[in-house]
């Protein structure tokens, strides 16, 4: 299997959990954008605005929307980046942890399904995949703030 069929076939099974997670739990449909930001950021740590934008897949104006109702409810904090004052940083506060917190933990049951057919060194070798390329992400997010 080529890298591009892979890469798809991993986001299928994530939007089929995403699918299902939201179809158990109706509170987050709405605001199923805020719940993927508010999780990447959780995963992030602070970031860029112009790259939360690509990692989200979205137009700077629609995630710029998204962050200041997300801002209202206290979820999150915009502040200048220190080394590039034309781009703003995203961070979570306390409030925005807590509700990460709580959509994670609802997601919890569906990614339990999604899980249940792995072995248990299945998912040893799964986590390990993913922490690599979590931590090669965080290594190119750090290089592109």
């Known amino acids: 299997m080529n890298d591009k069929a892979l890469a798809e076939l991993f986001y299928d099974a994530a939007r089929i959990s995403h699918q299902r997670e939201t ?11 805020q719940s993927r930001c508010l999780l990447t950021v959780s995963g992030l740590g602070p970031v860029s605005q112009r790259r939360l934008a690509a990692i989200l ?6 995630l710029s929307e998204l962050l200041g109702k997300m801002e209202a409810r206290g979820w999150v904090a915009r502040t200048p980046h220190p080394e590039d004052g034309r781009t703003y940083l995203v961070a979570l506060t306390e409030e925005g942890k807590a509700e990460a ?8 049951g569906a990614t339990g399904k999604l899980l249940e057919v792995l072995t248990a060194q299945q998912r040893e070798q799964f986590a390990e995949i993913l922490t690599v390329i979590k931590e090669h992400y965080q290594e190119l997010d750090k290089q592109n703030l």
Do not use: E, K, T
């Not at 917190?101 to 919890?108: G, I, S, V």
């Open 57 to 62: 897949g979205i137009r700077s104006a629609s």
């Open 101 to 108: 917190m709580r959509r994670r933990a609802a997601d919890n």
């Open 23 to 33: 179809r158990r739990d109706h509170s987050l449909i709405y605001g199923s954008g």
